[in-house]
C-alpha cells in the first residue's frame, strides 16, 4: 500500500486535506494524525474490520485495548456511559490530554476495548485532529501510531519510518507539544483511580474528584490495570541507565571505559556533557516539560546513531516528571 503523507500548516489548515482523510476513515481505512500528545493511527471505531487494520499495521496485542477520540459530548456518549463526575472532568479538562475509562456502550465493538466491558475515552488539543472526527463524523479508535514496542511517535517523520506502506495516510502536523501520552483515568471503580500518568496529574485532579489513586498505591483488586501496561514499550535498542544528575558525567566514564557506543540524554544545564561524543540535549536548562516534549525524539535518536548504552538523566517524581520516569522505568526495564 502507498502510504500518502501530508504536511499541514497549523494557522492555516488545508481543509481539504483533511476532507481526503474523512473519506479514508469513512471507507474503513487508517489514517496517522497529530494530537497534542503524541501522533494516533486512527480507524473507525465502530467498524470491527477497520480496527482490526489498526492492530495489524501496529503489529499490537489484541488483548491491547484502544482508546476511542471524540471531538464532542454527543459522540463521548454514543461511546460510553457517562457520569456526573465524568462530565464535571470532561468540562474542566477536555480537550486535553486526559483519557476518562468508563462503561462501554453496545455499539462498541469488542475488538476496541481488548473484550472488556469498559472504554477508554478522549478529546485530544489539537485543530487537525478535531477537525478530522468532525468531518468524519464518527468515534476514532486510535492508539500511538508507533510500531509496537517502539518509542510514541511525536512527529510526521517518525510515524513515516515506523508505519510507511502499512497505512493509506499519515497527516503531518509538526512535533506534538506534550510529547508523552495521556493520562489514563479509571473512573469505571468506586475510587478513580490513574492508571498510566500523563501531563494532567492527580493534583490537576483532585480538586474535582477527591481521592484519587496513583499507580503505586494501587492493588491489584481495587482497580483493573490498563493491559497495554504490561508490555515492553518505550525502548530503543540499547541498554537504558537511570543515572542521577550529578553522576552523570562518572556513569558516562565509567561505561565509556567498558567500550561500546555509549550515548547521554540529559538537560544542557549540566556542564561537561556538549562535548561528548553522542550527548542528546533534552532541553535548554532544568526544564522537565521541555524534557517530556523530547523524549521520544531522543529515545529514537538513540537507535539512529546505533547506542548501546544509553545514560539517561533521572526527574524528580513530580508534576510531569512522574509521567517521564514511568516511561523511562520501563525504557530501563531488563530485556
Ligand atoms: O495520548 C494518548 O493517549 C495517545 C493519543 C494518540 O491519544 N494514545 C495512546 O494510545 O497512547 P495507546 O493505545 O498507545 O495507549 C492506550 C492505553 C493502553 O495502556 C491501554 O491498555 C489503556 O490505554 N486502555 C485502553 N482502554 C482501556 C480500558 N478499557 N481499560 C483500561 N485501560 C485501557
Ligand atoms: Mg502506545
Redesign the pocket.
Known amino acids: 500500500m502507498e502510504t500518502k503523507i501530508f504536511k499541514l500548516e497549523l494557522e492555516n489548515i488545508d481543509e481539504r486535506i483533511i476532507e481526503q482523510a474523512a473519506a479514508l476513515l469513512k471507507q474503513g481505512e487508517v489514517v496517522a494524525f497529530p494530537?497534542e500528545?503524541?501522533?494516533?493511527l486512527g480507524a473507525n471505531a465502530l467498524d470491527a474490520s477497520a480496527v482490526a487494520k489498526i492492530f495489524a499495521a501496529k503489529g499490537r496485542p489484541n488483548d491491547?485495548?484502544?482508546?476511542v477520540?471524540v471531538h464532542n459530548k454527543a459522540l463521548a456518549e454514543q461511546t460510553a456511559k457517562l457520569n456526573p463526575l465524568a462530565i464535571k472532568l470532561m468540562q474542566a479538562f477536555w480537550p486535553g490530554?486526559l483519557?476518562f475509562?468508563l462503561p462501554k456502550q453496545a455499539a462498541v465493538p469488542a475488538c476496541v476495548?481488548a473484550g472488556?466491558d469498559?472504554?477508554?475515552i478522549?478529546m485530544?488539543d489539537h485543530p487537525v485532529a478535531l477537525k478530522l472526527i468532525g468531518l468524519s463524523g464518527l468515534p476514532i479508535a486510535?492508539?500511538?501510531a508507533n510500531l509496537s514496542g517502539k518509542p510514541?511517535p511525536t512527529s510526521g517523520s517518525h510515524v513515516y519510518n515506523d508505519l510507511r506502506g502499512k497505512i493509506a495516510m499519515v497527516l503531518d502536523g509538526g512535533a506534538s507539544g506534550v510529547g508523552l501520552?495521556?493520562t489514563?483515568l479509571?473512573l469505571s471503580g468506586e475510587t478513580p483511580a490513574i492508571?498510566?500518568p500523563g501531563a494532567v496529574t492527580a493534583e490537576d485532579l483532585r480538586p474535582y474528584c477527591g481521592q484519587v489513586l496513583e499507580a503505586q498505591s494501587q492493588t491489584d483488586k481495587a482497580v483493573?490495570k490498563?493491559?497495554?501496561?504490561k508490555y515492553k514499550h518505550y525502548a530503543p535498542m540499547g541498554e537504558v541507565l537511570l543515572v542521577e544528575k550529578a553522576l552523570l558525567l562518572k556513569a558516562y566514564r565509567e561505561n565509556a571505559a567498558l567500550g561500546g557506543k555509549v550515548a547521554v540524554l540529559a538537560t544542557a544545564d549540566v556542564a561537561g556533557l556538549a562535548e561528548l561524543p553522542l550527548y542528546y540535549p533534552m532541553a535548554a536548562k532544568d526544564d522537565p516539560m521541555e524534557a517530556a516534549h523530547n523524549l521520544f525524539a531522543a529515545l529514537r535518536w538513540c537507535d539512529e546513531v546505533g547506542a548501546e548504552t544509553i545514560i539517561v538523566q533521572a526527574f524528580p517524581k513530580k508534576g510531569i516528571g512522574k509521567a517521564i520516569m514511568n516511561r523511562l522505568e520501563k525504557a530501563a526495564a531488563k530485556k
Do not use: F, K, W
Request: charged share 10%; aromatic share 2%.
Open positions: 494530537t500528545t503524541v501522533y494516533g491491547n485495548p484502544l482508546i477520540h490530554p483519557t475509562v476495548t472488556l469498559t472504554v477508554a478522549r485530544p486510535a492508539p500511538s510514541s501520552e495521556s489514563v479509571d492508571l498510566r483493573p490498563a493491559p497495554g501496561m
